[in-house]
């Protein structure tokens, strides 16, 4: 076995020093939010929290998780990230794909239009008319109308671009039809870049909150409007008649805002780790290039 020398021992040390700080940093705000919000009202409005839960109380949660709007918000959330990546993946996918081909007619413009809507779009206002006016006020709606991503696409498309042309040349020979080449060659060679794209299109549905703000109703607003709404409501009832709920009588709107926090990023962190391997792969190879 190598021995080390004093520079390499001296660089691991301070290696492992700075990595171990980064994480404790990272780590810290997930600390504070869960020790805030399992805290009691004095501690959390004194600001006295900082690592460990002080007066440790759990009605936020029992607030949080006996509230049928939160269920419905959550549901909603699920069925708007699920089906909203599968119908975004499928566009995704099947445009890269074809604008991949040096062989599609038009397809130096169609690449530059594509493009082009990174570089320029119409603005918020004239966008929220134009959904207005097709009626994207449902869930259904409000997933198509979300479904294209310039960004994804041309990632996607630099990634089938690498792909040797000599396996697509083989796999027509064989008599594979252009949906066999794509489902049976380019996907499962594009494993990673599609995870990628998958996650940045999940993360992106779980988060969303303006559009869905505006355009949604409450039946189908998702986690992060239900979250914003009530807590705007519990602070006007604090304002107008200075008393709340009774189940919050114990707990400040600090720790039940951190309560929804926590419940909200719960299906991030049981997710990312299972696909981080392809995220980090992914990124690497699909650079965005023109």
Do not use: H
Not at 113 to 142: C, D, H, K, S, Y
Not at 251 to 260: D, H, P
């Amino acid at each position: 076995m190598k021995r080390l020398d004093r520079s390499e021992i001296i660089f691991k040390i301070l290696s492992y020093v700075l990595l171990t700080i980064f994480a404790l940093c990272c780590l810290y705000p997930f600390l504070f939010i869960l020790s805030n919000s399992i805290s009691g009202k004095d501690a959390v409005l004194q600001g006295k929290v900082f690592f460990w839960p002080i007066d440790i109380q759990f009605d936020t949660y029992k607030y949080v998780l006996e509230s049928k709007g939160f269920w419905l918000s959550y549901c909603n959330s699920f069925f708007i990230t699920m089906y909203g990546t599968l119908v975004s993946m499928l566009v995704a996918i099947t445009g890269a794909y074809a604008l991949s081909k040096t062989r599609l007619m038009f397809g130096r413009g169609f690449n530059f239009m594509l493009v082009f809507t990174m570089w320029f779009n119409a603005g918020m206002i004239p966008t929220l008319q134009n959904f207005l006016r097709f009626n994207v006020t449902n869930r259904e709606m409000f997933i198509i109308a979300l479904g294209f991503n310039a960004f994804n696409i041309v990632l996607l498309r630099n990634y089938f671009s690498g792909i040797p042309t000599e396996i697509e040349e083989a796999a027509t020979i064989d008599g594979a039809t252009e949906f066999q080449i794509l489902t049976k060659v380019y996907i499962p060679m594009s494993k990673s870049s599609i995870v990628t794209v998958a996650m940045f299109y999940a993360v992106s549905r779980w988060n969303g909150y303006l559009w869905a703000q505006m355009l949604l109703g409450q039946d189908d607003q998702p986690l992060t409007v239900y979250i914003k709404v009530t807590l705007k409501t519990i602070l006007d009832q604090i304002e107008q008649s200075g008393s709340t709920d009774p189940k919050l009588a114990n707990v400040s709107t600090y720790a039940l805002q951190y309560a929804f926090i926590v419940c909200s990023i719960i299906p991030v962190i049981i997710v990312y780790p299972k696909l981080q391997k392809y995220f980090a792969a992914g990124v690497n190879v699909g650079g965005v290039k023109e």
